[in-house]
């Protein structure tokens, strides 16, 4: 692989993903993982954009190009759905992590399907 | 005649109906949703059986949207396998569409059992759209169409565990989403690997790889580690018996027993269709470990539980470890992977029948109890009694006795176990058979339990419960009595020719 500037391109693209992936794994506040999340998108995008390049000046292959734009919006979707479950679940809870959230949720809002959730029982599914 | 010109168009009606009704659902709202919903069931139950109709008259079809074929277009394929998955969904999903109507309405004696109603108003459009995006998954020839099918499968799935409503279903599905995209953004960085590799994103043409490369296994990695994750194979399965807890019934079901199979089937494909000569045998067996390590942790976890939700739950985790014992079994390139192809895949299938059988009736208990502790079932056999025929009847196909489905895909899977040599899985099943046995029976023994004044129940469970569950559960130990058909329409195209061709499991 000869050191270009696509070639360096791609590689940023990729370190920038796994700086995104350890921020997820790192971080507890759902709004840093969702944002760790979107890091990690960028860094893909970034390296299908690498991709693009063919023939030096020509014209680049519109196909990464075509698959950056599907992945922005299902990454813009994932981001307003992981908002929307945050802003719903710090309204029931006052918690904005999965520790306080758990811990809050003896207090909270009777549930309407299963009266006998207990956090015993959503700890052994954590931990299971 | 007008047959002829028909059927090799239905393939596109089996994705484009279920977006329809979506869409119809949102607008129709509350009462307008089942019936749309049902309707769209029937029509896709329909265009299943004239897929299959197809695949028997003309062996593998390939569909050009638009008429822009490869290396323009998209390219829609149905073989054997698709088929086999297709059929399965719509099956298990027109069971899962009319035990939702009686879930979601009100029960005979009046009472309106969901609390405010949203869950009603949007669990017809959100399933169809998760319905459409598995028939997508299921017929696409592109690599990056399945992403955007496994995109749409996973939002609605997770909007449908957030239907729950209460904090811990929130909490259930923020989980579920944070995983499944990042399982979603490991697969597209997998897929931009395969692009760079080779140029093209069909399957067809990526299959056709003669010199892999060292890009190709870090692909393979990548696409597996996100696909594992979405079909919540050990260890990263500890999304899925949060979220089962607190979702509603139906939504287990279609969670359980459609959405896991669909990550399954989409790594299926894309390891003995496009990545097969990159596979060293120690590339399945990464995947074998899991899946028996999530066999025993399964099995053995779902004894411990002590509602039955979760122990239906954890059952899935177990079932899920069988269907990836599939990749060492064929990955070892002895004549055994031709009976561990069929069998991981029917078991796949008969799976889904029993596992959303089990998760009806658990439903159906908690509307007659109240409760789902198995511990205290006694008595349930005088006021449920088909509840717990149904049970027994779905556990059958779960445990793997003869005759069912189940049954016919861990004996295909054993015996390629043993025929490639490799006695360790063979140990794991049979051992997992019999912990599964342990709280099946569990459950039926407490149900079974005498009690002095038995009680007789007040509350009359809506018929299109219990006749979905019962069908779901026949047709689980059905697909063991009639198993030489499926078995042969599934073949076909499969990437071993010769030997079980004819579906023959003996």
Known sequence: MILSVPFLYGVTGLMIFAIGLHGFIRRAHFLRKALAFNIMSAGSFAFLVALANRNGDGMPDPVPHAMVLTGIVVSVSATAFALALTVRLFQLTGGADFESVLRSQEGCSPETENPEIKDSDFASGRQG | ?506
């Not at chain 2, 996100?226 to 079909?231: R, T, Y």
């Not at chain 2, 176990?417 to 899985?425: D, P």
């Open chain 2, 1 to 506: 005649m007008i047959l002829a010109s028909v059927l090799p168009h239905v393939v596109i009606g089996t994705v484009v109906v279920p977006f329809l009704g979506a869409g119809l659902c949102v607008l129709c709202g509350r009462r307008g949703g089942a019936v749309i919903g049902l309707g769209v069931a029937v029509v896709l139950l329909f265009l299943s059986g004239m897929v299959g109709v197809q695949l028997a008259r003309t062996g593998v079809s390939s569909y050009a949207i638009g008429g822009w074929g490869y290396p323009l277009g998209i390219d829609i394929r149905v073989d054997g396998l698709s088929f086999l998955m297709i059929m399965t969904t719509s099956f298990v999903g027109t069971a899962i569409s009319f035990y939702a109507t009686g879930y979601f309405g009100k029960s005979s004696d009046g009472d309106d059992h969901q609390g405010d109603g949203r869950a009603r108003d949007f669990f017809w459009s959100l399933w169809l759209f998760a319905w459409g995006g598995l028939n997508v998954l299921f017929v696409s020839g592109d690599i990056f169409n399945l992403y955007v099918a496994l995109e749409i499968v996973s939002f609605s799935a997770v909007a449908l565990v957030a239907l729950g409503g209460s904090v811990a279903a929130a909490v259930a599905a923020t989980r579920y989403l944070f995983l499944t995209v990042v399982a979603s953004a490991v697969y597209l960085l997998g897929v931009g690997l395969v692009y760079s590799a080779r140029g093209t994103l069909d399957l067809a043409a990526l299959g056709l790889v003669s010199h892999p490369g060292g890009i190709f296994a870090v692909a393979v990695a990548l696409i597996t580690v996100g696909l594992m994750i979405k079909s919540a194979l050990f260890p990263v399965h500890f999304w899925l018996p949060p979220a089962h807890a607190n979702a509603p019934v139906p939504v287990s079901a279609i969670l359980s027993g459609l959405v896991v199979m669909g990550a399954f089937y989409v790594l299926v494909r894309l390891w003995f269709g496009v990545f097969a000569v990159a596979l060293v045998p120690a590339a399945g067996h990464i995947l074998g470990v899991c899946g028996s390590v999530a066999i025993l942790w399964g099995s053995w976890q779902a004894f411990r539980q002590s509602r039955l939700k979760m122990m239906v739950a954890y059952s899935t985790v177990a079932q899920i470890g069988y269907m990836f014992l599939i990749f060492p079994l064929v990955a070892s390139g002895s004549v055994g992977g031709v009976f561990a192809w069929s069998g991981a895949l029917y078991l796949a299938a008969s799976h889904a029948c029993a596992k959303a059988a089990a998760f009806m009736v658990a439903g159906s208990i908690i509307r007659v109890l109240g409760h789902d502790r198995v511990d205290d079932f006694h008595g349930l056999v005088a006021r449920y009694p088909l509840g717990m025929f149904t049970f027994a009847l779905a556990g059958v196909s779960l445990i793997g006795l003869p005759p069912s489905g189940g049954f016919v895909g861990k004996w295909l899977l054993l015996k390629g176990a043993m025929l490639s040599g490799q006695w360790g899985y063979a140990l794991v099943m049979m051992v997992g058979g019999l912990l599964a046995a342990a709280y099946i029976f569990r459950v039926l023994e407490n149900g079974f339990h005498a009690v002095e004044q038995p009680v007789k129940s007040t509350v009359r469970v809506p018929w299109s419960m219990q006749v979905a569950a019962l069908i779901l559960a026949l047709t689980a130990v059905g697909l063991g009595i009639v198993a030489f058909e499926p078995l042969a329409l599934m073949n076909i195209d499969a990437p071993f020719v010769g030997g079980l061709v004819e579906g023959n499991p003996s």
